[in-house]
């Protein structure tokens, strides 16, 4: 079996008739943290959702452990092992917090109680809280939530939109460091940041994606050491 | 007759509204849709009634309610299919205007089928006989309407809070995108609501039908607004909140008649529509429309 676990192939996708990914191609190694970063409308989200199957792509590849899952439905993919924490945690607000957790295993015939207790291990606070209403969590612990929710699918791949957004930087820390404990523990993580900074000295790999193309690619570190990103992301100026 | 046999009454069609309520209820709370044609289903559900046991005279009473009910289920069912779902991503006037569009073809397609004449609402055993009850003498189906309607929603509640399926309801409600994320398939969460919405329907139709005899291709229309208003009255989205507003509005509009008003049993419904709508616009058991980002 090939190093790379999600293989994505010219890639392109429209909305209303703008072109909002554009011949993308890229790669994400089997047991690594792989992070795309841009600006906001650059494109990152709509290939998350492409792979998970909620936007149809018009032409293109997209390669789940060599097989083509491009045209299934996002219950198909799921199913194969590939899960998306979507931007904005998208908690269910009217489910209690352990709902939400099973909500995440929705597909699952086997008995899941070890993801359960797992998932409470890596975020103790949703044990306490299991039977409060998701809507009432703070930012912070919705998106433990969110991601402790993707966790229960039992997933290979796991994509998340953004985790850091709207978050206080204590809590960002906590996000990124359950980011690397989850990785460790045999998941592949594809993460989309607007904090590059943080991503970047996450990732293994990172990709830079302007207006629907890849720009730039390169291990974590060499991309925080480049001039252009340095000067387009991470707010230092060439000179400065 | 004393102010109780009213009450009784109110709560008997009370009851029956409600089963229709909680159909117009559920799909808001999904679709967030104002089903027009829930009434005229109502309707088609009694004149199917008719049909089938003036066709299929050998065929058990109760048998043919369950036909009936099939029927009735798979309507709405092909409603949504060939109606809504087409224009899952359309904006939400035209969903509604097919909503509209229907009910218009429902209600002249009965009136073709019927000629437009009002027909007999077949005898029901049991249910449309005459017993007397705390001193009140009136058919079975108005002390068993209420009782009915309460035992079905305790039902319903309990699956949706409880069951698996209940839980993929309730998130398909808030939010449709990321619910196909976990790997729930939209469509089928809705359709099934549409045949729960469907099934109660097609209840009350019997237990309403079964006091009012004659039906014609507009008996849908006056329960289906008075439920409609119920629904509206006890919070729409809300399923206990249906139940409620309905047996607000039947123990109203009868208690008006005990007062010789029963000309009026209209004005008094619109009445508590406008009065909630002004103190309480979402409803008495609605909940707040803001919601966190």
């Not at chain 1, 890639?11 to 906001?40: E, H, M, P, Q, Y």
């Not at chain 1, 433990?144 to 966790?151: D, S, T």
């Amino acid at each position: 079996m090939s190093d790379n676990i999600l293989e994505i192939k010219t890639l392109n996708v429209r909305f209303g008739g703008i072109l909002a990914v554009n011949d993308i191609s890229l790669d994400v190694r089997r047991g690594k943290i792989v992070t795309l970063i841009g600006a906001n409308g650059a494109g990152k989200s709509t290939i998350l959702r492409s792979v998970s199957g909620i936007v149809k792509p018009v032409h293109g590849e997209i390669l789940f452990e060599g097989e083509n899952i491009m045209g299934l439905t996002p219950e198909q993919i799921v199913k194969k092992g590939i899960t998306l924490v979507p931007e904005g945690r998208r908690v269910f607000p009217n489910l209690t917090v352990l709902e939400n957790l099973k909500m995440g295993a929705y597909l699952r015939k086997d008995n899941y109680d070890n993801d359960l207790s797992y998932v409470y291990r890596l975020f103790p606070r949703l044990e306490e809280r299991s039977w409060q209403s998701a809507g009432t969590l703070s930012g912070g612990e919705q998106q433990m939530l969110a991601v402790g929710r993707a966790l229960m699918s039992s997933p290979k791949l796991i994509m998340m939109d953004e985790p850091s957004l709207g978050l206080a930087p204590l809590v960002v820390r906590d996000i990124f460091s359950i980011i690397r404990t989850i990785n460790e523990n045999g998941i592949t993580v594809l993460l989309i940041e607007q904090n590059a900074n943080m991503a970047l000295k996450t990732c293994d790999y990172g990709y830079v994606i302007e207006t629907g193309n890849i720009t730039m690619q390169g291990e974590g570190d060499k991309l925080l050491n480049d001039e252009r990103v340095k000067e387009a992301y991470l707010g230092k100026s060439r000179n400065g | 007759m004393n102010i109780t046999s009213y009450l009784i009454r109110g709560l008997a069609t009370g009851g029956q509204f409600a089963l229709v309520a909680i159909g117009y209820t559920m799909v808001y709370g999904i679709l967030k849709l104002i089903n027009f044609a829930h009434g005229e289903l109502f309707m088609v559900s009694g004149i199917l009634m008719i049909y089938i046991v003036a066709d299929l005279p050998t065929l058990p009473i109760g048998l043919a309610i369950c036909l009936m009910a099939a029927l009735t289920v798979f309507i709405g069912f092909m409603i949504e299919k060939f109606a809504y779902s087409p224009l899952r991503s359309a904006p939400r006037m035209s969903v509604m205007i097919s909503a509209i569009g229907v009910s218009y073809l429902l209600q002249n397609l009965v009136s073709y089928i019927t000629g437009g004449l009002s027909k007999q609402f077949p005898d029901i055993p049991i249910i449309g006989e005459s017993i007397r009850f705390l001193g009140i003498k009136d058919k079975l189906t108005v002390f068993l309407s209420p009782v009915i309607a309460i035992i079905l929603t305790v039902i319903l509640v309990l699956i949706i809070n409880h069951t698996k399926f209940g839980m993929a309801m309730r998130a398909v409600s808030k939010d449709f995108e990321t619910s196909q994320l976990m790997g729930i398939k939209i469509n089928r969460v809705i359709s099934i609501t549409f045949a729960i919405g469907a099934f109660l329907a097609a209840v009350g139709s019997v237990l309403y039908f079964a006091k009012n005899t004659g039906i014609n291709h507009f008996s849908g229309a006056n329960p289906g607004l008075k439920a409609f208003i119920a629904a509206v009255v006890g919070g729409i989205g809300s399923i206990p909140g249906a139940v409620v507003g309905a047996l607000i509005i039947g123990v109203a509009e009868s208690l008006a008649k005990a007062f010789g008003l029963a000309d009026f049993s209209d004005v008094i419904s619109f009445g508590l529509l406008i009065i909630i709508l002004v103190v309480k616009p979402t409803g008495i058991f609605g909940e707040k429309t803001t919601e966190k980002v």
